[in-house]
Nanobody, 119 residues
């Protein structure tokens, strides 16, 4: 059984920073892409940032220049450094991993971590 466990969410004032972590564990052959999504109340889940195994990254326009995604392949862990946070960044943040387990491709999600930015 594969699990994604997120940590690092919390309450921060506007302009502050947070760092999210997501560690994948279990029977994993290889993790291809990893990413962070977020969902605010009443809104659809949206991609925040993604990173390939080779380190290529992609960001939502709303977070470019403020957020940085990175990963440690040896630890099966992905990070999201969030700087200059704004109230509109408030959401539940979910980790996602596109991986191969027991020779078969699967898409896994973490349980979500709340990020609240106060004005």
């Amino acid at each position: 059984q594969v699990q994604l466990v997120e940590s690092g969410g919390g309450l921060v004032q506007a302009g502050g920073s947070l760092r999210l972590s997501c560690a994948a564990s279990g029977r994993i052959d290889i993790i291809k892409e990893m990413g962070w999504y977020r969902q605010a109340p009443g809104k659809q889940r949206e991609l925040v940032a993604g990173i390939t195994r080779g380190g290529s990254t992609d960001y939502a326009d709303s977070v470019k220049g403020r957020f940085t995604i990175s990963r440690d392949n040896a630890k099966n862990t992905v990070y999201l450094q969030m700087n200059s946070l704004k109230p509109e960044d408030t959401a539940v943040y979910y980790c996602n991993a596109d991986l191969i387990t027991w020779g078969t491709a699967h898409d896994y999600w973490g349980q979500g971590t709340q990020v609240t930015v106060s004005s």
